[in-house]
């Protein structure tokens, strides 16, 4: 029989991380697992933390466990990636909801029995919003930029997406099907929630 404790049949965080992109199917609302794999750009999110882990772990010089997965691991992790990597409140956040689905289906999986996870909070945003005026966009509208095409290209989308609320993502994506000149509507199918 195996006297090894769960948490370490699992091997490491970042081993099990590798596993969880390649194998994590969506599940549905009433927890049923179902066969549907989750979006490229949700799992390029994937990809992104565990790179973000991979490099807490080397700079701090920490080999990941499931059981290295408490509440100081939580603030040194969400600090670092304020302060090292400059990462605002709600991409933060973003790290942190991933890794809690992640710890959530290796603790299905039966890899650990750490609940310390479940506690992890999304951080708020705590800057303050800073909005630009009319006047300060019809300043950026008129600056000269017509050495410049590049710039005058940035500026544009800026613009553009000042004015629609549309993400860059989206943005790059129109094409003339998509406007409506007659009832002034731009109709475009928004990538990150696929509606």
């Known amino acids: ?70 509440n100081d691991f939580y603030r040194q992790f969400v600090g670092w990636l304020s302060t090292d990597k400059n990462i605002r409140d709600s991409s933060v956040g973003n790290h942190i909801k991933v890794l809690k689905t992640f710890l959530r289906w290796c603790m299905d999986l039966g890899l650990h029995n750490n609940t310390a996870f479940q506690k992890f909070y999304k951080p708020e945003a705590l800057g303050e919003t800073i909005a630009l005026s009319a006047r300060e966009l019809r300043m950026i509208r008129d600056v000269d930029l017509s050495d410049s095409p590049r710039l005058a290209r940035i500026r544009d989308h800026f613009l553009i997406q000042t004015f629609t609320s549309l993400r860059y993502s989206d943005l790059i994506t129109l094409e003339p099907k998509h406007f409506d000149l007659e009832n002034g509507f731009i109709h475009v199918p928004i990538l990150k929630t696929e509606t």
Not at 1 to 17: A, H, R
Not at 50 to 70: G, I, P, Q
């Open 1 to 70: 029989m195996d006297e090894t404790p769960k948490n370490q049949q699992g091997g490491n965080v970042l081993t099990q991380f590798d596993r969880f992109i390649v194998e994590y199917c969506i599940s549905a609302g009433n927890a049923m697992v179902t066969n549907n794999r989750p979006s490229q750009q949700t799992l390029g999110r994937y990809r992104l933390v565990a790179k973000r882990l991979r490099e807490f772990a080397t700079e701090r010089r920490v080999e990941l466990s499931f059981e290295d997965v408490n």
